[in-house]
């Protein structure tokens, strides 16, 4: 039965990788595999007729994912619309106390061989996406499919059977879930997940500054969660506020005066004056880890494997991640004559992927715990951990690599691109 259902499968033309979704990951992990020879089909729910709404948010994307950018053509069309991050600074905040910032590094603890190579760079998703749009279509080895809805699938030996809601039936060596948090793949795989619900919500806004911000985020922890100002074009700052349930989403809908006095009654010591620009937005604040991130013939990335803490801006990060490791194993697959989709290609990515990305989310999960209170016994932790990240060379130049994704042995290629 596996041998006529192999037959029919390797009869029919098929993909070797179809992705379904189109956001940053999806779309940067078919420019890599396109870009390597493999022939890749795109499921992408957009309509391409319709102008879709626009998209406030920010990112802010560490040095090894813009180098993953670079890499398949696409970082240099960011670099206008892009601001440098050139170090991040953190202060333990009590209930009415805001204390001195420690300079946890800056990008000279990179040890880059360009000096000028910043931490990382905060970027706009509207042009992000854009760009990777315009590669999608110029890319002659990707086949794109939209507007297109995941139906169900059927594994079968040597491939993937997709069926899509319009009735279009494809089929792929591996279906790659990009599909966000509440993934149709994931689902259809029968992988379950596990995590926590925080009970927060995350307020956010972009703001004119009234002092120049010289490229450096801010961050500061306050009983109730983090405040973070993250640098943008012209002196401006996405920020991002940790509130209670129901608090972020009031905050939100509230006239925008009113909700620039609140901010600034709060924090103007803190970050200076500040004015929002365009609308403020909110969005709940959840832990969630994919039990596997692969099943036979699939494979997941970014939130479809794990939906992180945002703390440190490491959640699109981690996703990139997961996309540099999944070309460099396929790269190596063809490179030793093996099958795309394999059980041992599988077995790669999920021994490449699964201890970085659950620890990376359990590590912020931790910190988001020990500072995001005002109790006199984890005081003195915070205080001798900012102060050792801040003064301790070896730490910062740690800290760094870490943060911006070029540490070796962690994020497979990413270090190196």
């Known amino acids: 039965m596996q041998l006529n259902s192999y037959v029919a499968c390797m009869s029919e033309q098929i993909f070797d990788v179809a992705i379904l979704g189109a956001g940053p990951t999806g779309a940067s992990l078919a420019l890599g595999l396109a870009q390597a020879g493999l022939d890749v089909a795109v499921i992408d729910a957009r309509d391409p007729a319709v102008k879709p709404p626009k998209d406030g948010r920010n990112f802010a994307i560490v040095t090894g994912s813009w180098r993953l950018l670079d890499s398949i053509g696409v ?125 927060k919500s995350v307020f956010t806004a972009n703001v004119s500054l009234s002092a120049p911000h010289e490229g450096i985020a801010r961050q500061l922890f306050t009983p109730e969660g983090p405040f973070a100002t993250l640098p943008l074009v012209g002196d401006r700052a996405n920020l991002a506020w940790y509130m209670k349930r129901g608090a972020a989403e009031t905050l939100a809908k509230m006239p925008t005066d009113d909700a620039e006095a609140e901010l600034n009654q709060r924090f103007a010591d803190f970050a200076g004056e500040m004015k929002i620009e365009g609308k403020a937005g909110s969005y709940p604040l959840i832990l969630q880890l994919a039990t596997a991130i692969t099943a036979p013939r699939i494979a997941l990335i970014g939130d479809a494997a794990r939906r992180v803490n945002p703390l440190a801006g490491q959640g699109l990060n981690q996703g990139f991640r997961d996309v540099a490791v999944l070309i460099e194993i396929a790269q190596d697959t063809l490179r030793v004559g093996g099958e795309i989709g394999s059980p041992q290609m599988l077995e790669d990515y999920s021994a490449a992927r699964n201890f970085d990305g659950a620890g990376t989310a359990l590590a912020l999960d931790a910190i988001d715990r020990l500072f995001s209170n005002d109790s006199m016994l984890t005081k003195p932790v915070r205080t001798f951990g900012l102060l050792a990240a801040s003064k301790f060379s070896p730490l910062r130049r740690f800290l760094a690599r870490k943060a911006s994704a070029t540490e070796a042995g962690v994020a497979g290629p990413m270090s190196d691109w």
């Open 75 to 199: 970082a240099a069309k960011l670099a206008e619309t892009s601001q440098p991050l050139n170090g991040l600074e953190a202060t333990d905040g009590g209930t009415h106390y805001f204390g001195q910032p420690s300079v946890l590094f800056t990008k000279d603890d990179l040890e880059s061989v360009n000096p000028d190579e910043p931490l990382g760079h905060m970027t706009m998703a509207e042009p992000l996406q854009a760009a990777l749009d315009a590669a999608l279509k110029d890319e002659c080895g990707i086949h794109w499919f939209a507007p297109e809805r995941f139906d169900r699938m059927n594994v079968q030996a040597g491939c993937a059977d997709i069926q899509l809601e319009s009735g279009r039936r494809l089929r792929a060596r591996l279906l790659v879930g990009a599909d966000g948090m509440n993934s149709p793949v994931r689902q259809a795989a029968g992988i379950s997940t596990e995590g926590r619900d925080y009970g």
